[in-house]
């Protein structure tokens, strides 16, 4: 059922008209996205119109290839096919609306006045559009018949459409031109975002404190403990009990073949032999006359770092890793006959030629059988380990079937029975595997345990007994942590103490370098950082006046800042030429922006809105 009146039964929101020839834009937009094989035209030739402004309908035909065009744009962007649900959840369908509902008002308002654009201006536009143009580089008309029928249009309701483009155009251009920022506006904010403030800074740390601590005593730990419980609280958990097999548990039960061990290590001997090796990089260059000429600068003094850059690549795009000599081709004796880091060449290479930095020798290396074994061993059990546990999933999977407990697995299975209370920090012993954290996060009581499998081959069941509300950890077993804590507190209540006893002699007439080494920090902008110090050191710096010293504390950060001077920005040059200038365009932007859509607010207000939901949902189902 239809609804009628400026507000309508669902939320609008504006967007952002053009005045460019949004038709023609939106056609280019749709031969390279496509339609995505819709195939809608209309519904049995009943319902063609989603609503109306005024006088003017929203064709459906109209609201399906914008809201198409739409989610092709996102999906395009987001790298994966957007559903209309998801396209929905981010209020699109709202937005093409909105803009569908724009563009009516300001044809049904042309229709009014009168405006139109003539045949001349649409051939024009016809005729010079990149999308009709044939093989010549000329208007085709054939190509311009064709590329309406692909998407379902004929030649007069494209130009149709193009001439209500135009006309809204026009109506644009005339309600959003001819805006100037005012001066006031403009140099109020130049002044702003130019102007410059040099620093001294004082940053206080443990080093700077007199040690004269003591330990605390358990009475004023336990006081502590009471009065930050919240940070000696655990969160809430949830208490699993499991049963778990894992490669590790049984990989020393399994029996090797001492004739595997041998193959293995045979198979692998480049791990275990391996001749002397060095560590190469390799810079190439186009011609043997450009190496020569490198070697030469190197020979006199040009670091090799600098013949990198001058090759326009970074040493590790030059790095050859580890080699041995017979890799390295015709260079390798040369390298090989380095007794410490050095560059030889220029040689041949398989890229060209290159000179050759050598960084590093490794040793030659001879692993013996025996030397190699406990370590293959190992690698076996594990394997051997892995697959007697996917051996035993169908059996376990069975017992839980049949509603064997975890404790009943545990005790007839090799499986260990083990309880943990988990929350959303938990990484010790079974947490770190990320199957058993998504299955402790899934679990709900009363569930049936399932045989699930760890990514290194193991097997676990879980059970969830209760949630665990946060709990204060006793202080006999956060001892530790509330001392620390303590100690913490004590020290930057010190810390705090030291800067207000520093700020008082300062203002005093004591210098603040006679506290320490102050960092020197000019042309501080608004949008300035200080490495190591919070957003809030610049924040404050521009509330403060010339000499002014104040405190900065935040987190473990305590420091003192003086303001030494404030430099406004220059009046003119072509700096602040050039940033008023963008200063003033984005002013008259907005400006030219906020009217447009006061228009079109009063124009969609007086002309009324009717939205026909039936149609809209229609149109929805197609995308389903």
């Known amino acids: 059922m239809a609804t009628s009146g400026a507000n309508s039964d669902e939320t609008t929101r504006r967007k952002k008209g053009k005045g460019t020839s949004i038709v023609v834009w939106a056609l280019m937009a749709m031969l390279v996205l496509g339609l995505g094989g819709f195939g809608i035209t209309n519904f049995g030739g009943g319902v063609t119109s989603i609503g109306k402004v005024g006088a003017r309908e929203i064709a459906v035909n109209d609201y399906t ?46 229709d009014r006045i009168g ?30 018949r064709f590329t309406l029928q692909n998407n ?62 003591v330990d605390p005593t358990e009475e004023q730990l336990s006081a502590h403990y009471q009065a930050n419980l919240a940070e000696f ?41 391996q001749p002397e090796r060095r560590l190469v990089e390799r810079l190439v260059f186009p011609t043997e006359e450009a190496a020569a000429a490198a070697k030469a600068k190197l020979d006199a003094g040009t670091p090799f770092e600098t013949l990198v850059e001058d090759r326009g690549v970074k040493l590790s795009d030059i790095d050859l890793g580890d080699r041995s000599e017979s890799e390295l081709g015709a260079a390798g004796p040369a390298l090989f006959g380095l007794q410490e880091p050095g560059v030889v060449g220029p040689f041949t290479s ?75 920090g938990s990484s010790e012993g079974m947490a770190a595997y990320p199957a058993f954290r998504t299955a402790a996060q899934e679990a709900a009581q009363g569930d049936f345990p399932e045989a699930v499998q760890t990514d290194d081959g193991g097997l676990f069941a879980l059970r969830l007994d209760e949630i665990v509300p946060p709990t204060p950890i006793p202080l006999e077993q956060a001892h530790d942590a509330v001392d620390a804590s303590w100690r913490a507190q004590a020290t930057a209540k010190a810390l705090s103490d030291l800067a207000i006893s520093i700020k008082s002699k300062v203002e005093a007439g004591e210098s603040l370098g006679s506290f320490g080494t102050t960092k020197a920090i000019p042309d501080l902008t608004r949008s300035s950082t200080v490495e190591g110090a919070p957003a809030s050191l610049v924040a404050t710096v521009f509330t403060m006046e010339t000499g002014q010293i104040r405190v900065i504390e935040e987190g473990d950060f305590v420091a003192l800042v003086e303001m030494q001077f404030i430099t406004p920005g220059a009046e003119d040059g072509a700096d602040a030429d050039a940033l008023k200038g963008a200063i003033a365009a984005q002013a008259e932007q907005a400006l030219a922006q906020d009217a447009f ?22 149109v929805h189902s197609q995308f389903q």
């Open 233 to 273: 609280t655990a969160p809430e958990a949830r208490r699993i009990t499991f049963a778990a097999l894992l490669p590790e548990d049984i990989a020393d039960k399994m029996t090797l073949d001492e004739d595997a061990l041998k193959k293995l290590y045979d198979e692998r001997i480049s791990e275990f032999v």
């Open 65 to 110: 290839r914008a809201l198409q065009q739409q989610m092709n744009a996102l999906s395009a962007q987001f790298g994966t096919t957007l559903s209309l649900q998801q396209a929905q959840s981010m209020g699109l369908d709202q937005q093409v609306r909105q803009q569908l509902v724009n563009a009516a008002a300001l044809d049904n308002e042309a």
């Open 350 to 424: 398989d890229l060209g030629p290159a000179l050759f930095r050598m960084n590093g020798i490794l040793a030659a290396q001879n692993i013996t059988f025996e030397e190699a074994r406990a370590d293959l061993a190992a690698e076996l059990a594990a394997d051997a380990a892995r697959r007697a546990i996917a051996d035993q999933i169908e059996n376990i999977d069975d017992r839980l079937a049949s509603g064997a407990t975890l404790e009943e697995l545990a005790a007839e299975t090799d499986m260990t029975l083990g309880q943990i209370d988990f929350s959303a």
């Open 115 to 144: 405006i139109s654009a003539g045949d001349e201006r649409i051939a024009q536009e016809i005729t010079g559009s990149n999308a009709f143009r044939g093989a010549s580089g000329q208007f085709d008309r054939e190509t311009y």
């Open 152 to 213: 379902r249009l004929s030649e007069a309701q494209y130009e149709t459409k193009m001439r209500e483009d135009l006309g809204r155009a026009l109506l644009q251009g005339a309600v959003s031109g001819g805006f100037a920022a005012p001066s006031v506006l403009t140099d109020t904010l130049y002044a702003y975002i130019s102007e410059r403030r040099g620093i001294s800074l004082l940053r206080l740390t443990t080093a700077d404190l007199v040690d004269d601590s």
């Open 597 to 618: 859509t006061l228009y079109t607010n009063s124009l969609t207000q007086n002309a009324g809105i009717t939205l026909n939901n039936a149609a809209i949902s229609a």
